[in-house]
């Protein structure tokens, strides 16, 4: 172990190589496709105007022709006549659009570079049932491929969230940049997850499904277990608020674990939970409702059916089955297509997401594109991955959206940002501009010319 | 006697056949006022298509139909070619025979299983053409199956007669067995490593280049005793005589390019390079041999012999000049591989018409199906899918599927039926022997044919 630190330190403290870095770092982002100025992975900061733009505000109307004006990282200015300062730098975005940055709500991004056989690169799930100190911010890599690969496209922020357990632990909302994890934080904690329990009829590989009764009987077993250790927490924060009233107590020790649930059982935060089915939805509100908690669903299949029990707690839904296949043979064919589409008739808030651990978040707008032709409005569509997620994750003063005041995360494209064949043309996060460049863009100038 | 009655009974009921009572050639569609998009010669605005016989008859303007056609209108919609997915496991009861490294004497054919909803899925989303492959577990595998998705039709309906026939092979993590570790009361496969994957292939053609011989002399009649028959060396025979298309999966660039020069050693030509996510890195060493590739579109990252897969692949590719077709290998990907092949276009700038080709005509040619179906021209299968909007929107879905003239997905009609569907299913659940409550509940169904289904999944 010594010998490997001074190895390390050794090596830090040799100068050429870190020119060395900087050098290979130069060459590899030298391929910036929109702007060749824009060499670095992390982008320039500085005073823009996009011009001449059609602007898809999301949260008011679409300006046909007008400009954005960005200082200081955040949306100084937008509308048909804007005032753009001398020094500006001026974007000339004559026929192409301005959107907001999407958001993906439900990822594991940065927590997992390669999922199947590369165990020390996956860090979703931690071991045992209970882990609601663990941080997905703590874990969140800022230097993952997966996250310029992601932003190329137009995802600028994304919730990512641990998976194991019963309680995974702590999602957090992430820009996709910055080279610290507290640079890409939003909200580095934003709410725990809970894998709801459910009946599953799953008797494990190569075994016949249990029955029902018997599964019924799993889950409630498994629900007790949760049900005990809220219940621990809140005595938990009971003892620690009479210590704080009376100090001659017994002082409580601290438990990391239940003082990690404590914003939780308060209300004060959100608690994300997975579920599908109607009845697992349902046995979640009714947990919310028990524990007076502020609830989300994860995934979300059949939303749509608990609609009413949903709106009376307010519980809105990060829908995560667009590229899943309906369950049930006789489900109809578009049955996970159409989903959002119910949900936006039945008056529930919800955003569309990937519900993936990195690679293909950047598959969100084809995803939110596609609910669009199975049902759900374009107008709708385009709001689940930007402003309703941002509402969902209680960002919307800072995302979602092209309005002034805002954090200036934005696409410019040459057409419908849903679309598969869209370009980016620029992105901004951070009111950064950022180089077009990632992994797939480097390999891709390594090999195009080969002969 | 019986037999006799019985045969009668089915001659005449053919007799009665609207089919026949028509008569073979008046069994017409036409689809009028369409945008065709050919994926040969073009698109074609506000255009028919008149179908005869299951074919297509005539491509043009203001075409008459025979009284008593079908006649669909397709103003303001787009008519591509059936896609067709070259990589499936869609209606296989079966997809990994994995007990052996070798196990070229297993077939597809016989684990078709013609109700997999995934078919109907499939119809839903455009597909008309699968080249249903053994799974990636050996290093050579099962023979493969070309199948049109007949939906209701009887299973020996499905497969095309005349696609040539075929064979899955794998290199990689896969047939190492890298996500497969021996149990503990098993001792570990050969192969472990790429170095075992090669020379497993190497020796099952040194070992079919002598059975071949062995045949060989006794039919020149130097040898009296005929050689034994083996089942695992005849197909592999097949390739070495060019009658038997190699359809092989492979990841990483080296690998891909070693299969490329055992060909080369043994004489025959690898037909695809099935997910070849690393082609991009040896494009000219590929169109040289005039193999095909067929890829996913974007999808990588799963695992580390796809870390260095790039959205650009199929770029690359067509730039060399090697015939690329995108496949979904998933139940689930493959009811968007319209949308997979739209996105070719902005990596890379591959043109419209050649992105259309790479989930139609390009498929076909690589599976030897390209004189029948592929493209929308006179003389060729009507497999067509009629789209609300250009099928590389993502706003665009199927309305209409046919193969053969004949329609497998209506939207209207599954739309139609879903309230009656809705209803059966609640009074069935109604029954008593349905009726669950936490003590007596009914048995669940032992196993869904699906569960035999192992590795497909990674791919």
Same mark, same amino acid.
């Given at each position: 172990?010594?010998?490997?630190?001074?190895?390390?330190?050794?090596?830090?403290?040799?100068?050429?190589?870190?020119?060395?870095?900087?050098?290979?770092?130069?060459?590899?982002?030298?391929?910036?496709?929109?702007?060749?100025?824009?060499?670095?992975?992390?982008?320039?900061? %500085? !005073?823009? #105007?996009? +011009?001449? $733009?059609?602007?898809?505000?999301?949260?008011?109307?679409?300006? =046909?022709?007008?400009? @954005?004006?960005?200082?200081?990282?955040?949306?100084?200015?937008?509308?048909?006549?804007?005032?753009?300062?001398?020094?500006?730098?001026?974007?000339?975005?004559?026929?192409?659009?301005?959107?907001?940055?999407?958001?993906?709500?439900?990822?594991?991004?940065?927590?997992?570079?390669?999922?199947?056989?590369?165990?020390?690169?996956?860090?979703?799930?931690?071991?045992?049932?209970?882990?609601?100190?663990?941080?997905?911010?703590?874990?969140?890599?800022?230097?993952?491929?997966?996250?310029?690969?992601?932003?190329?496209?137009?995802?600028?922020?994304?919730?990512?969230?641990?998976?194991? %357990? !019963?309680? #995974?632990? +702590?999602? $957090?909302?992430?820009?996709?940049?910055?080279?610290?994890?507290? =640079?890409?934080?939003? @909200?580095?904690?934003?709410?725990?997850?809970?894998?709801?329990?459910?009946?599953?009829?799953?008797?494990?590989?190569?075994?016949?499904?249990?029955?029902?009764?018997?599964?019924?009987?799993?889950?409630?077993?498994?629900?007790?277990?949760?049900?005990?250790?809220?219940?621990?927490?809140?005595?938990?924060?009971?003892?620690?608020?009479?210590?704080?009233?009376?100090?001659?107590?017994?002082?409580?020790?601290?438990?990391?674990?239940?003082?990690?649930?404590?914003?939780?059982?308060?209300?004060?935060?959100?608690?994300?939970?997975?579920?599908?089915?109607?009845?697992?939805?349902?046995?979640?509100?009714?947990?919310?409702?028990?524990?007076?908690?502020?609830?989300?669903?994860?995934?979300?299949? =059949?939303?749509?059916?608990?609609?009413?029990?949903?709106?009376?707690?307010?519980?809105?839904?990060?829908?995560?089955?667009?590229?899943?296949?309906?369950?049930?043979?006789?489900?109809?064919?578009?049955?996970?297509?159409?989903?959002?589409?119910?949900?936006?008739?039945?008056?529930?808030?919800?955003?569309?997401?990937?519900?993936?651990?990195?690679?293909?978040?950047?598959?969100?707008?084809?995803?939110?594109?596609?609910?669009?032709?199975?049902?759900?409005?374009?107008?709708?569509?385009?709001?689940?991955?930007?402003?309703?997620?941002?509402?969902?994750?209680?960002?919307?003063?800072?995302?979602?959206?092209?309005?002034?005041?805002?954090?200036?995360?934005?696409?410019?494209?040459?057409?419908?940002?849903?679309?598969?064949?869209?370009?980016?043309?620029?992105?901004?996060?951070?009111?950064?501009?950022?180089?077009?460049?990632?992994?797939?863009?480097?390999?891709?100038?390594?090999?195009?010319?080969?002969? | 006697?019986?037999?006799?009655?019985?045969?009668?009974?089915?001659?005449?009921?053919?007799?009665?056949?609207?089919?026949?009572?028509?008569?073979?050639?008046?069994?017409?569609?036409?689809?009028?006022?369409?945008?065709?998009?050919?994926?040969?010669?073009?698109?074609?605005?506000?255009?028919?298509?008149?179908?005869?016989?299951?074919?297509?008859?005539?491509?043009?303007?203001?075409?008459?139909?025979?009284?008593?056609?079908?006649?669909?209108?397709?103003?303001?919609?787009?008519?591509?070619?059936?896609?067709?997915?070259?990589?499936?496991?869609?209606?296989?009861?079966?997809?990994?025979?994995?007990?052996?490294?070798?196990?070229?004497?297993?077939?597809?054919?016989?684990?078709?299983?013609?109700?997999?909803?995934?078919?109907?899925?499939?119809?839903?989303?455009?597909?008309?053409?699968?080249?249903?492959?053994?799974?990636?577990?050996?290093?050579?595998?099962?023979?493969?199956?070309?199948?049109?998705?007949?939906?209701?039709?009887?299973?020996?309906?499905?497969?095309?007669?005349?696609?040539?026939?075929?064979?899955?092979?794998?290199?990689?993590?896969?047939?190492?067995?890298?996500?497969?570790?021996?149990?503990?009361?098993?001792?570990?496969?050969?192969?472990?490593?790429?170095?075992?994957?090669?020379?497993?292939?190497?020796?099952?053609?040194?070992?079919?280049?002598?059975?071949?011989?062995?045949?060989?002399?006794?039919?020149?009649?130097?040898?009296?005793?005929?050689?034994?028959?083996?089942?695992?060396?005849?197909?592999?025979?097949?390739?070495?005589?060019?009658?038997?298309?190699?359809?092989?999966?492979?990841?990483?660039?080296?690998?891909?390019?070693?299969?490329?020069?055992?060909?080369?050693?043994?004489?025959?030509?690898?037909?695809?390079?099935?997910?070849?996510?690393?082609?991009?890195?040896?494009?000219?060493?590929?169109?040289?041999?005039?193999?095909?590739?067929?890829?996913?579109?974007?999808?990588?990252?799963?695992?580390?012999?796809?870390?260095?897969?790039?959205?650009?692949?199929?770029?690359?590719?067509?730039?060399?000049?090697?015939?690329?077709?995108?496949?979904?290998?998933?139940?689930?990907?493959?009811?968007?591989?319209?949308?997979?092949?739209?996105?070719?276009?902005?990596?890379?700038?591959?043109?419209?018409?050649?992105?259309?080709?790479?989930?139609?005509?390009?498929?076909?040619?690589?599976?030897?199906?390209?004189?029948?179906?592929?493209?929308?021209?006179?003389?060729?299968?009507?497999?067509?899918?009629?789209?609300?909007?250009?099928?590389?929107?993502?706003?665009?879905?199927?309305?209409?599927?046919?193969?053969?003239?004949?329609?497998?997905?209506?939207?209207?009609?599954?739309?139609?039926?879903?309230?009656?569907?809705?209803?059966?299913?609640?009074?069935?659940?109604?029954?008593?022997?349905?009726?669950?409550?936490?003590?007596?509940?009914?048995?669940?169904?032992?196993?869904?044919?699906?569960?035999?289904?192992?590795?497909?999944?990674?791919?």
């Amino acid at each position: 172990m010594y010998a490997w630190k001074t190895t390390l330190k050794t090596l830090c403290a040799f100068a050429p190589l870190r020119l060395c870095v900087l050098i290979l770092t130069l060459a590899l982002t030298a391929f910036a496709q929109n702007d060749g100025s824009e060499q670095n992975v992390l982008g320039r900061a %500085g !005073t823009f #105007a996009i +011009q001449n $733009a059609r602007i898809v505000t999301v949260s008011g109307a679409t300006i =046909e022709n007008g400009t @954005v004006l960005i200082e200081n990282g955040k949306i100084a200015a937008v509308g048909a006549n804007v005032s753009v300062p001398a020094g500006a730098e001026k974007i000339d975005a004559k026929g192409l659009s301005v959107y907001p940055g999407m958001i993906d709500a439900a990822t594991n991004l940065g927590l997992s570079e390669i999922s199947l056989g590369v165990n020390a690169s996956v860090d979703v799930a931690e071991t045992g049932e209970m882990n609601p100190n663990a941080k997905a911010i703590t874990a969140v890599n800022p230097h993952s491929a997966h996250v310029n690969i992601t932003r190329v496209i137009g995802v600028t922020t994304v919730l990512s969230f641990p998976t194991g %357990g !019963t309680i #995974a632990g +702590q999602a $957090a909302v992430v820009n996709l940049w910055g080279a610290t994890q507290a =640079e890409m934080a939003v @909200v580095p904690v934003y709410g725990l997850v809970v894998n709801f329990p459910r009946i599953a009829a799953f008797g494990g590989f190569g075994q016949p499904p249990i029955e029902f009764s018997e599964a019924v009987k799993r889950r409630d077993a498994r629900l007790e277990e949760l049900r005990k250790y809220f219940r621990q927490a809140a005595d938990y924060g009971r003892v620690k608020d009479a210590y704080e009233k009376d100090k001659t107590l017994p002082a409580p020790v601290t438990d990391l674990w239940l003082e990690a649930l404590l914003p939780y059982i308060r209300g004060e935060k959100p608690v994300l939970f997975t579920a599908e089915r109607e009845r697992d939805i349902r046995g979640v509100v009714k947990f919310i409702e028990e524990n007076k908690l502020k609830g989300v669903i994860i995934g979300g299949q =059949e939303a749509w059916k608990a609609a009413d029990a949903l709106k009376k707690n307010n519980v809105p839904v990060v829908y995560t089955n667009i590229y899943n296949l309906p369950v049930r043979d006789d489900d109809p064919y578009d049955y996970l297509f159409e989903a959002p589409s119910k949900m936006a008739q039945a008056g529930l808030k919800f955003a569309i997401s990937t519900g993936d651990d990195g690679p293909n978040v950047r598959e969100l707008p084809v995803q939110a594109g596609l609910a669009a032709a199975y049902g759900l409005s374009k107008d709708e569509a385009l709001k689940s991955v930007t402003l309703y997620p941002a509402q969902i994750l209680g960002i919307a003063d800072k995302l979602g959206s092209i309005e002034a005041g805002k954090t200036a995360n934005l696409v410019v494209t040459d057409g419908d940002l849903l679309e598969p064949r869209t370009n980016v043309k620029y992105l901004f996060i951070n009111g950064r501009l950022i180089p077009l460049t990632s992994r797939h863009t480097e390999l891709y100038e390594q090999f195009k010319d080969r002969k | 006697m019986k037999r006799v009655v019985c045969f009668l009974l089915i001659l005449v009921s053919g007799l009665l056949s609207p089919a026949f009572l028509l008569g073979q050639d008046k069994r017409e569609v036409l689809i009028r006022n369409a945008t065709v998009l050919t994926a040969a010669k073009g698109v074609l605005e506000n255009t028919d298509i008149l179908i005869q016989n299951g074919k297509i008859a005539k491509i043009g303007k203001n075409l008459k139909a025979a009284a008593g056609a079908e006649v669909i209108d397709a103003t303001g919609k787009f008519v591509s070619p059936g896609i067709i997915d070259c990589h499936s496991h869609s209606m296989l009861d079966a997809i990994n025979e994995g007990t052996f490294a070798v196990t070229s004497m297993t077939n597809m054919r016989d684990v078709l299983n013609p109700k997999d909803i995934a078919i109907y899925r499939a119809l839903a989303g455009g597909v008309t053409t699968a080249n249903l492959l053994h799974g990636s577990a050996n290093a050579i595998g099962g023979l493969n199956t070309v199948v049109k998705f007949k939906w209701g039709k009887p299973v020996e309906d499905f497969p095309i007669p005349d696609a040539p026939p075929g064979i899955k092979f794998a290199l990689g993590e896969n047939p190492k067995r890298t996500h497969f570790p021996a149990l503990p009361n098993q001792s570990p496969r050969y192969p472990r490593t790429r170095m075992g994957v090669m020379e497993t292939i190497r020796d099952a053609f040194v070992r079919a280049r002598d059975y071949k011989k062995s045949w060989d002399d006794y039919r020149a009649g130097k040898t009296r005793i005929p050689p034994r028959k083996d089942l695992e060396l005849e197909p592999l025979v097949e390739i070495l005589e060019g009658k038997r298309l190699v359809h092989s999966h492979g990841y990483r660039a080296d690998e891909l390019l070693n299969l490329l020069l055992i060909a080369d050693e043994f004489g025959f030509r690898v037909a695809t390079l099935q997910h070849g996510l690393e082609a991009y890195k040896i494009a000219p060493e590929i169109a040289k041999r005039g193999t095909g590739v067929s890829i996913f579109s974007d999808y990588w990252g799963y695992k580390l012999e796809a870390y260095d897969s790039i959205p650009y692949n199929a770029a690359i590719l067509w730039k060399a000049g090697v015939v690329v077709s995108i496949n979904s290998d998933s139940d689930e990907r493959m009811r968007r591989l319209n949308l997979d092949a739209a996105k070719v276009e902005k990596y890379g700038g591959v043109p419209e018409e050649e992105a259309l080709k790479m989930i139609t005509l390009n498929a076909a040619k690589q599976l030897g199906i390209d004189k029948r179906t592929g493209s929308i021209e006179v003389g060729k299968d009507a497999d067509l899918v009629v789209w609300n909007a250009h099928p590389f929107s993502v706003y665009a879905r199927p309305e209409l599927t046919m193969i053969e003239g004949e329609v497998y997905f209506d939207r209207s009609k599954d739309i139609e039926r879903r309230a009656a569907l809705e209803k059966e299913r609640q009074e069935l659940e109604k029954l008593d022997v349905n009726k669950s409550n936490n003590t007596t509940a009914p048995r669940l169904p032992s196993e869904k044919r699906q569960a035999e289904r192992d590795d497909a999944e990674y791919h």
